[in-house]
């Protein structure tokens, strides 16, 4: 069983009680618009992170990030990008069993096709009335993937 850390949207800020909400995951996966490179070196101290390129994620240090990842993990194809809408590829004729994205701040978990998506929200400045949230991943070998979101009262 791996526990994943999924995060989007923090624009600049790592919030003390998301480090203690992460600590202990097996890797972090961000799902864009992360501001400024120290939020990426303050995420790899809890857990290494697999990140990708936002809409607001401009200049020489966001540079290398790429636009979408994808990863294996426990067994399951996982593939992040931002903007849900740019999804280039067919998940489930890719065997991709989860889609991490963000941008929208709004969080939701919804399984479409036998394919998990996961928008952890954003852990970042307040936008709206949107809560402050991020996700977890469990992911086992010949098991479906469980998701879930942790909200914060800030």
Not at 53 to 58: E, K, L, S, T, Y
Request: charged share 15%; with cysteine.
């Amino acid at each position: 069983m791996t526990l994943i850390g999924l995060i989007s949207d923090t624009h600049g800020l790592v919030r003390p009680q998301v480090a203690t909400a992460l600590a202990g995951v097996c890797s972090i996966l961000h799902a864009g618009d992360i501001g400024k490179p120290e939020v990426l070196d303050a995420l790899s101290t809890i857990a290494p992170v697999i990140a990708v390129r936002g809409n607001n994620d401009m200049g020489g240090w966001a540079q290398h990030l790429p636009w979408t990842a994808s990863t294996k993990i426990a067994g399951h194809a996982v593939h992040m990008l931002h903007i849900i809408e740019e999804l280039a590829t067919r998940p489930a004729q890719a065997n991709v069993s989860v889609i991490v994205s963000g941008h929208t701040h709004h969080p939701f978990i919804e399984t479409r096709g036998g394919v998990l998506y996961v928008n952890p929200g954003s852990a970042g400045p307040r936008r709206f009335s949107l809560p402050i949230s991020i996700g977890f991943l469990r992911l086992a070998e010949n098991a479906a993937p469980e998701a879930w979101l942790q909200a914060f009262d800030v």
